[in-house]
Structures are given as C-alpha cells and as structure tokens.
C-alpha cells in the first residue's frame, strides 16, 4: 500500500527559535512506516506560507499522477482550501481520510464547511460521530495513541512532586495557584506563557519521567464562560479559515453553533497526553473527559478528578503512597503497549474501511 499523507512537518516558534518534528511526523508519519508492506509519501502543510493554493494544488495532483498512492490521508487544517481534496476525492482515483484533530471546538467552526471533501473523516471526539454522520459522512471514531518508540520509559529519579506541561491558559493559572495553596505542594510547569516556557521534546520526557503525578487538564472550567472574552465567542468570531491575524466579525447567523462550540470546552475530548504519561510507565492524574469506550480501567490503570477539591484530595493521597501510584503507573504502561498506539490505531482505521471489522 502508498499512502500520500499531508500534515505539518515541523512544530516551531521563530520568535523563540524553537523548531521540533511535529507531532503529525512524530505519531502518524513515523507510525505509518512501521506497517508492513507500506509506503509513505510526506507532503508538508508547512508549504502553505510559500506557497499559492493552486500551486499546492498542481503539486499534489502531480504526486497522485507519477507516485499513484492507494491512499491520501490529511489531518484537517482550516487555512487549506478544501476545494483541492473535494476535487481529488471525486476523481475516485484513491480513498480520501481527514483526520480531524479538534471536532469539539473546531466542527461548528470549520469542519462541518469540509463535508464532501472525504471518503471517510476520523474523530476523536464522541459527540462528533454523530455530526458527521447527519452530514452524510463516513465516520470513524477512535481515541487518541501515541508512538510508544517517542515516549520511552526512564529509570531516573522522582525529584518532581507535581508537574504541567501545556499551555498556561489564564483559568490553568488560576487553578494551579488555588491547588498549590490548599495542597501545599509545589507543580513545575512548562509549556506557552509559562515561566518554564516551551520546552523540546527530549526535556519534556525528562520532566514527565521525574514526576511523581503528571497532571493533565481537559477543557475549561464552568466558571470561565462567564468571561466576557468567552461570552463573545457566541456572536464573533473571525472568518472561517481566516489567517489569526484576520479582523473579528459579527456572527448572529451561527450563534447555535458557536454557543454549541463554547459549551464542548466542559465536555472536551481527551487529548494524546492521556497515552504519552502512560508510555512513559509515568503517573497520570488527569480531568474527566470523553473518550470512545473505556481506554483505561479508572484507579488501576489511570487516575481521574472529577472536581478540584477532588484533585487536591488525590494529589495528596498519591504523593503519600507511592506503591499504589508505581503499580498504577505499571498497569498504564502495559496497556498503552497493548491497545493505544498509532500503528494499532492505523490498522483499526484500514480494517474498518476496507470492511475487515
């Protein structure tokens, strides 16, 4: 099987002078070229700032003409135009899947414009299924996994008590001050508009490996809608696949979907940190989220808080009996090896378009 995938090949921030694989490469490239029998074409969306629309076009159909793949996968980027997989996926000349990274608060938003651009479309997020069914769409919905060869395991001492790594949102600001305060324990975090900053890869392993409890948070709390930035969502927003610098605009025509989009962030979908802790034989105590199944077996496998007073309780407890959190640690690790990884992940999504399962 050739397969053309099209994604972000480098994750970078040139203000910074940050530049990394991105996780596209990282988990669906690498992943991709583990699978017997297979071939991977790497088309970079990173073109899109060097290049027109239509020459991007011209250079895809002339990869599909000369290289001839089975298969052309595309994780979903708004400032694509779609018009150019509408078109490859109605020549009928390969199957078409986009991978849509962010349905809880991108599918109101972007991606229900993208119906029709597809053979088939991946969610990750539950409530999504239904979406794109109701849009005619063939759907697969699946969780998220990791490449277990990018997150190994490291015997290294625990020196960390709590950890972050993502984004420092101002709610995430807020409620880690409000945990360290009624804890009493220190949490080291990482990542944007943290004093930690962004960190690479490779430090991000070391900081989850030495961490007692690597917490991971999962959409907004309920308060937050109460913002006035979050109650704008409802009527403004920027143009569909407009660039971040694009003018704001009233949107009264979609104020069902935009609400519909805002109320997703207090029932997110989980994110791929949930398998990368666990890769790593790592402790995981993360926000309640939605998940297709059950990926982990709660309190033996991976430990969730459904509140915040309900955090702080488990970070103690977990901190005071390390036994329990290395044999939950254990378990975790064992399973991701089992069921969650993108090589796995992949021949689930092939198996089902072709009707295996």
């Keep these: 099987m050739k397969i053309l995938l099209v994604a972000l090949r480098y994750f970078s921030d040139k203000a910074k002078g940050f530049k990394e694989n991105s996780f596209e490469y ?4 690498l992943s991709l070229k583990k699978l017997p029998k297979t071939e991977v074409i790497f ?15 011209q250079e895809l159909l002339e990869i599909i003409r000369s290289e001839r793949p089975n298969v052309l996968i595309f994780v979903l980027n708004p400032y694509f135009d779609k018009e150019i997989f509408r078109e490859i996926t109605k020549s009928k000349k390969l ?4 991978i849509i990274p962010d349905d809880d608060g991108g599918f109101f938003d972007s991606w229900r414009h993208w119906a029709g651009c597809f053979d088939w479309v991946v969610t990750y997020y539950p409530p999504a ?3 794109h069914k109701e849009l005619g769409e063939r759907v697969i919905g699946i969780n998220w996994a990791v490449n277990p060869d990018l997150y190994p395991p490291k015997d290294t001492e625990k020196d960390i008590d709590v950890s972050f790594v993502g984004r420092g949102s101002p709610q995430r600001k807020q409620l880690i001050v409000r945990i360290e305060k009624r804890a009493g324990v220190k949490i080291s975090c990482f990542g944007p508009d943290w004093p930690g900053g962004i960190v690479s890869h490779e430090k991000m392993l070391d900081v989850m490996s030495r961490s007692r409890i690597n917490l991971n948070f999962s959409g907004q709390p309920l308060h937050s809608f109460l913002r006035p930035k ?3 969502r409802i009527l403004i927003r920027r143009p569909p ?4 610098d694009a003018k704001l605009m009233f949107d009264f025509k979609n104020v069902r979907g935009n609400f519909l989009t805002l109320k997703n962030m207090v029932r997110p979908m989980a994110r791929a940190r949930v398998f990368e802790v666990p890769a790593m034989r790592a402790f995981l105590l993360t926000g309640p989220a939605l998940y297709f199944g059950e990926p982990f077996t709660e309190g033996k496998e991976i430990v969730h808080y459904r509140t915040t007073g309900d955090l702080i309780l488990k970070i103690k407890y977990y901190l005071a009996h390390k036994e329990e959190r290395e044999a939950i640690a254990e378990a975790g690790y064992q399973r991701v090896l089992r069921d969650h990884t993108f090589e796995a992940w992949f021949r689930y999504i092939f198996d089902v378009i072709e009707g295996r399962t």
């Design 26 to 29: 990282n988990n669906y490239y």
């Design 241 to 244: 696949g407009a660039t971040r």
């Design 230 to 232: 979050s109650l704008a």
């Design 129 to 131: 299924v239904k979406w």
């Design 43 to 57: 088309y970079p969306t990173d073109k899109l700032g060097e290049l027109s629309s239509g020459e991007i076009r």
């Design 95 to 98: 199957t078409t899947i986009g």
